[in-house]
Structure formats: structure tokens, C-alpha cells
């Protein structure tokens, strides 16, 4: 397997992917890194790009008036930035910024999603992995909404 | 009538107590160091054990002892402002008198640590009843495996006992993972939730102990991750939180099913209390 192919399987979110469904992916991947307070992206930017996070933290954050830049989750290594590659209109609800040095695997988003076109097994073997974490993210979100440190009553 | 040794272990006869220092930790959290009034004494006590405290001619609640059990010399206890009683009591100074009952409840089964990885999952306040356990653990600390605590709370001005935390990660000798629910692009750590921290926790699940606390629809996600993970149902165990009043299990205003949280908690198996903790109550 070449390295890259190698990093990609040894993700923990493409563990146990078959080799034929990692090389279709790995041809879409890159080796990428961020310094300390560079931006991955940008809120209502395309999401061209999915990240899997190999090393540092990366904060994602929404700019509120009067607040500023308020971090709402942070990435650590082996988790992903990036979900709304996903589903049209493929474009970033959020900020997501490296607080440390971040070095990444950055998978193509168009080149994923034809390649998931083109073959549904590829898409739905990719689907049942991002899915738990947008449900995870979901279920954090309420548990955050629900504000359970505050005051009580 | 009874005897002065009698009266002195009558769970319903508060004893006095002297506020020694106060501490403000938070906005709205007080830690009291209390000591005994003269020719009274302290109650000892085990990590994970609470008080009645009672200002008199104001009423009557129930807090958490957050201190060293290993000092006998001052009771540490914390609380919140929330309520009449718990305003009156944070805004004691220092030399006022006020009237202690206990300590009730069940303990941290810190033993149950040894040999063992230990994980310390504590949320908001819920850190000031599980600091006497931390204080005990780090004490014993050549008898357990791994020793991990993760810490959720809402902002990073929230973090409780912050300076002695971060003198904690500097000795190297435990894993602290802090987590706030919102911060501002000054902050460094987590943000998120406490539960998002368990599925990277590099512990042997199997044979490990956690000891959770905090508002109780965290510790139902917390104790639901750390199962997911594979820790025995049996090896985590809660802290649960109701309108205690007796604290011996008389008046029934703690009664969760069949159990009084105050007398058969406040700390109880996760096994024992998992289906009552999603139950509505009337």
C-alpha cells in the first residue's frame, strides 16, 4: 500500500474499509498542514475539501456580533472537519480554525462525491462512517442547547 | 435524659461549626473552611459524603464536602448560590457560626480503584464532591493504573479549583482533560461537550472504575458513553442529586423507586440506577 493509501486506512474513520474503497478515496487525498490560528476555511465558503485530522486541534467557530469569534466544538486528531461536503448546497456553515499546528489528510469533496456517485457501494460504505458523526455532533449540539452547567430552575 | 455523647451522634442535632475562610471559586460559588465551634467537634467523614448545613433562622441544605478527608483539622465544603439558604450561606463571613449535620450518604468506592485504571468524569460544580476522592486517589497513587479526569463545564472562567488543576497536570502523574461548552479564540483547550472526551480515553476498559458527577442528564450521557466503550455498567459509579431534607432516609422527599438518595446514595452503581435515570418524575 502506497502512504498515503496507508494513512488513509489507518484513519479511525477509514478503519476496516475495504483496500479497493480506500484506494478510490486515497485517489482524492493529500497530505495538508496549518500553522497556529490559520483558517481551514471559512463560513459560506465552498466546501470543496473534507479533513481528517492526524495531528493538533482545530476550533470551529462562528462570528457573532458583539462577541466576536465564539468556538462552539473543537477537532482533535483522528476525527474529521468537515461534513457539509456531504450534501448540496456544499458550502460551510462555520469557521474552522487550527489553534495548534494541524497536519491533515484533505480529501477532494467533488472528486469524493463522484466518485460515490459513480459507485453506490463506495457512497453508501462512506455514508455509514460519516453518518455516526453527524449524529454524534447532533446529540453533543442538544446536550451543549440544554445549557446544563447553568443555573438551575 | 440522654448523655451528652448521645445527643452529640443524634443525626437530627446539628453541631456548630465556625467558618474559618472563605474562598470564592466562581460569579456564584463559595468554598468554606470550617472548623469546630468551641467544645464541639468535626464530623470525620468519606470522599463522596454531604452535610445538612443549617443557618439558623434561615433553613436548612444539603452540600457537598469538598475538601481532604485526610485533614481533620477543617471541614471544606462548596456551594452555590441558588436558593434563600444557599445565598445566606455564601455570604458568611468569616468567625459566623452555623449548624452542621452529618455526613450522610454513601462514599466513592476508591478502592475499588486499585490495581485499576481510574476515570474521573466530573461536570460544572459536580468537581467539589468528587475533589476528596481526587485528593485520595492522587494520595494512593502508586496503587492504581491509569488515572484520568475530565472536566466539562460551561466557559473557561467556569473551570472550579482551576489553579490547583493546573498544578495537578504539571506533576505529570494523572491525565486532565478540561472541556467548556462555549469559549472565545483566547482559549487553547476542548470545546464541547464533557461525554465527546470518553471515546478517546486510552484506558483498559474492562478493568477500569469511573467515578462520575454532574447535572444528572450529563452523567446519563457520560455513564451511556463510557458503557459504549466497554466499561462494565457495574465499575461506574454516579453521584445522584435530590431534595434531600432528613438525610437519614425518613422523610421521602429523596426517593428515587425504592431508594432514599440520601441514605442509599448519593453515590450509587450505574447498574442499579440506569432505567431510573430517564424516568419522569411526578
Known sequence: MEGLERIVAEHPLFVGLGPAFITLAAGCAKNTRFDPDQYLFHAEDAADWVYLVRHGRVALEMVTPGRGAVTFDTINEGDIVGLTWLLPPYRWGHDARATELVRAIALDARCLRDKCEADHDLGYALMKRFLPVLVQRLQATRLQMLDVYGQPG | ?282
Request: glycine residues 10%; aromatic residues 6%.
Open chain 2, 1 to 282: 435524659m440522654d448523655s451528652l455523647a448521645e445527643i452529640a451522634v443524634d443525626p437530627m442535632l446539628p453541631r456548630v461549626a465556625r467558618v474559618a475562610r472563605r474562598v470564592r471559586e466562581l460569579a456564584d460559588t463559595w468554598t468554606l473552611e470550617l472548623v469546630a465551634a468551641e467544645g464541639e467537634r468535626l464530623p470525620g467523614y468519606a470522599p463522596g459524603q454531604f452535610t445538612m448545613m443549617y443557618l439558623f433562622g434561615v433553613g436548612e441544605i444539603p452540600v457537598s464536602i469538598s475538601g481532604d478527608a485526610a485533614d481533620a483539622r477543617r471541614l471544606v465544603q462548596t456551594v452555590r448560590a441558588v436558593g434563600k439558604v444557599s445565598e445566606a450561606v455564601t455570604r458568611l463571613s468569616k468567625g459566623a457560626t452555623l449548624g452542621l449535620r452529618g455526613p450522610f450518604g454513601t462514599a466513592w468506592p476508591v478502592e475499588e480503584g486499585y490495581g485499576r485504571d481510574v476515570v474521573v468524569i466530573a461536570g460544572g460544580l459536580g468537581l467539589a464532591p468528587l475533589r476528596p476522592a481526587l485528593y485520595q486517589l492522587r494520595r494512593e497513587r502508586q496503587k492504581l493504573g491509569r488515572l484520568v479526569l475530565l472536566y466539562g463545564t460551561r466557559r473557561p472562567d467556569d473551570i472550579l479549583f482551576r489553579r490547583e488543576l493546573e498544578g495537578w497536570r504539571r506533576q505529570l502523574d494523572m491525565e486532565i482533560e478540561v472541556t467548556v461548552d462555549h469559549a472565545g479564540a483566547d482559549w487553547r483547550g476542548h470545546v464541547g461537550v464533557v461525554t465527546g472526551l470518553i471515546p478517546r480515553l486510552r484506558i483498559d476498559v474492562e478493568n477500569a472504575v469511573a467515578l462520575v458527577c454532574g447535572p444528572e442528564i450529563m452523567m446519563r450521557f457520560a455513564a451511556g458513553a463510557l458503557h459504549d466503550i466497554g466499561v462494565p455498567e457495574a465499575a461506574i459509579h454516579l453521584s445522584l442529586e435530590r431534595n434531600m431534607k432528613c438525610a437519614v432516609g425518613l422523610c421521602g422527599h429523596c426517593q428515587l423507586a425504592g431508594s432514599f438518595v440520601c441514605k442509599d446514595g448519593a453515590v450509587m452503581r450505574y447498574d442499579r440506577v440506569r432505567r431510573l435515570l430517564g424516568l419522569r418524575e411526578v
